[in-house]
């Protein structure tokens, strides 16, 4: 079976701090899955390298098969990887399931 994502060595720098290395990990369609470490950790990184706003200084990033790891962010999201910012949601009155709901209703 072909993972829904599959994440293949990715790794991060920003000048002189290692934000990732040599990060795999492969999920099932129907996986929840959640990352979680201190400040500084490498969380924050993680999420935009899968989401196409940054982009890893070397691995492969798959997402239902598909190479997406140069992908830019807009072309990411039209696959179906999303992130949620930190802020306040949209919709502050519904759940962040709804909207992300919302949201996938949006793209298509």
Request: with cysteine.
């Amino acid at each position: 079976m072909t993972a829904m994502l599959e994440v293949r060595g990715i790794s991060k720098r920003f000048g002189g701090v290692q934000a990732n290395t040599d990060v795999s990990l492969a999920l099932p369609d129907s996986a929840i899955r959640c990352v979680i470490g201190p400040n500084g950790a490498g969380k924050s990184t993680l999420v935009s390298m899968l989401s196409g706003h940054v982009r890893p200084d070397r691995g492969t990033i798959h997402l239902r098969g598909r190479d997406i790891t140069t992908w830019p962010a807009h072309r990411v999201a039209s696959a179906g990887m999303v992130r949620k910012f930190q802020r306040p949601s949209f919709y502050p009155e519904l759940t962040v399931r709804e909207n992300l709901e919302i949201a996938v209703l949006g793209s298509g």
